[in-house]
């Protein structure tokens, strides 16, 4: 497999608008998180940037950034324009879409994903799922939960407090690993009424019969969408540094 990490950005969060220039510790928050995919050492990373800000901070850096239309519909959709144009005649065959509000991301958490792929040859789409019986994160609407069955695999993913009954829930993590054929696919799609009525894009390619697999982490990284998140994120990369 050839691989390609590319990293979505954009600076118009609804939560934390220009989340991507947050400072932690002097460097913008994209950089950190351009770092930790780099240090997986898969493959070439590309930063998909909304806007040319974010591309100024990635080459100034000695990175990859290519600019995206800032109206594309989803992260997605960045992430396999950036993909066509950093390589057009397609000679990666697997595209990893790692969130840019990532920047504690564990960059064995890439190679995992991506290992997925390589053991199952019918699976479409790897992620990520923890598993948690953390009350607040059970009925908080923000986290999103995936219904796996014992070989992992993908049945729905929910914001809803499911499934019922004793135990806790997987906490998804919104890191994707994608068969460059099965991105195009997704793309070429309109959304479907799942992902509508969730808001959760991942639904689009169960709708269509996609294969999705997971990877059981042991935790998740936190992604940053607030700025609890983001002084969160301060204080764990503060203690690592």
């Known amino acids: 497999m050839k691989i390609l990490i590319v990293i979505p950005a954009r600076m118009a969060s609804t939560r934390l608008p220009g989340k991507p220039l947050a400072d932690i510790h002097g460097k913008p928050m994209i950089l950190h998180v351009y770092e930790r995919a780099m240090a997986a050492d898969c493959g070439p990373v ?8 974010i591309a100024e901070v990635i080459t100034a850096a000695g990175g990859i950034a290519v600019l995206t239309d800032p109206d594309l519909p989803s ?5 396999q324009i950036a993909a066509d ?3 057009p005649d ?5 595209v ?13 958490i890439v190679k995992d994903t991506v290992a997925v792929l390589k053991r199952n040859p ?4 790897a992620t990520a799922v923890v598993h948690t019986d953390n009350p607040r994160e059970i009925n908080d609407p923000n986290v999103v939960k995936a219904i796996i069955t ?3 695999r993908a049945l729905y993913f929910t ?3 499911v499934p019922t009954g004793e135990g806790g829930i997987w906490h998804h993590v919104g890191l994707y690993a994608y068969r460059r054929a099965a991105l195009d696919r997704f793309c070429a799609m309109p959304p479907s009424p799942l992902e509508q009525r969730e808001r959760l894009e991942q639904l689009r390619a169960l709708e269509d019969n996609m294969h999705i697999d997971v990877i059981v982490l042991d935790a998740a990284p936190d992604g940053v969408d607030t700025l609890e998140d983001l002084e969160r994120a301060r204080a764990l990369l503060g203690a690592k540094s």
């Open 46 to 53: 590309v930063v998909a940037c909304a806007e040319t800000e």
């Open 75 to 79: 992260g997605t959709d960045r992430v």
């Open 85 to 87: 144009s950093y390589d």
């Open 90 to 94: 397609k000679v990666y065959d697997v």
């Open 96 to 108: 990893v879409n790692v969130q840019g509000d990532m920047p504690a991301l564990d960059p064995s």
């Open 122 to 125: 019918v699976c479409d789409i």
């Open 150 to 152: 014992e070989k992992q």
């Open 159 to 161: 914001r809803a407090s």
